[in-house]
């Protein structure tokens, strides 16, 4: 058998802690869900452990830019008392948009796990790939699909109830 130095020095990746971490973030979709937002949940661990937890706040906040990673990011920065989060994972129930992209890639966050795949909007492989790309100053891991049929089963009550209490224009009644 030949030693690999680079197999010694990789990341150990516990898929069970996955499902851990991603039933943290779908945790924080259900508190957005009972708040009336989109639920999407996000929890950031360094060390096995969590040091961030978020919900989306667009709606509460008046927000746009309060999407759960967003809100998840700020939070494990204040912790680490650094914008650098290069030590760090994000669990996220849904794929990030090209804005939180954008963060994820500023922070140099190392790994991202989501749920759901986002085919409209996704910018970790499903639409675009701005994770990993090939120009920007870094680039993180992805794992996608970690407990993909409850995260899009929440999103999918979600707008289903959206679409039973809206007018035909996109109105919410009510």
């Not at 661990?45 to 937890?53: F, K, L, P, T, Y």
């Not at 085919?119 to 699909?145: D, F, Y």
Request: charged fraction near 20%; charge should be neutral.
């Amino acid at each position: 058998m030949i030693w690999n130095p680079n197999v010694a020095d990789s990341p150990i990746i516990d898929l069970e802690s996955d499902h851990y971490f991603m039933g943290e973030a779908l945790r924080q979709a259900q508190r957005a869900f009972a708040a009336q937002e989109v639920p999407v949940g996000a929890v950031v661990v360094h060390n096995g452990r969590i040091i961030a937890r978020a919900s989306n706040q667009v709606e509460l906040l008046k927000d746009a830019t309060a999407h759960a990673e967003m809100l998840a990011l700020t939070q494990a920065e204040a912790v680490v008392g650094d914008w650098r989060l290069t030590d760090c994972s994000l669990y996220v129930t849904k794929e990030p948009c090209p804005m939180c992209a954008g963060a994820i890639v500023h922070v140099r966050l190392a790994r991202v796990i989501f749920g759901a795949a986002d085919l409209k909007a996704g910018a970790a492989g499903s639409v675009m790939n701005l994770l990993q790309w090939p120009t920007l100053n870094h680039r993180c891991e992805i794992t996608g699909g970690v407990r993909d049929l409850e995260c899009r089963a929440i999103l999918q009550k979600f707008f289903a109830q959206r679409r039973g209490s809206e007018d035909g224009r996109g109105m919410r009644l009510g």
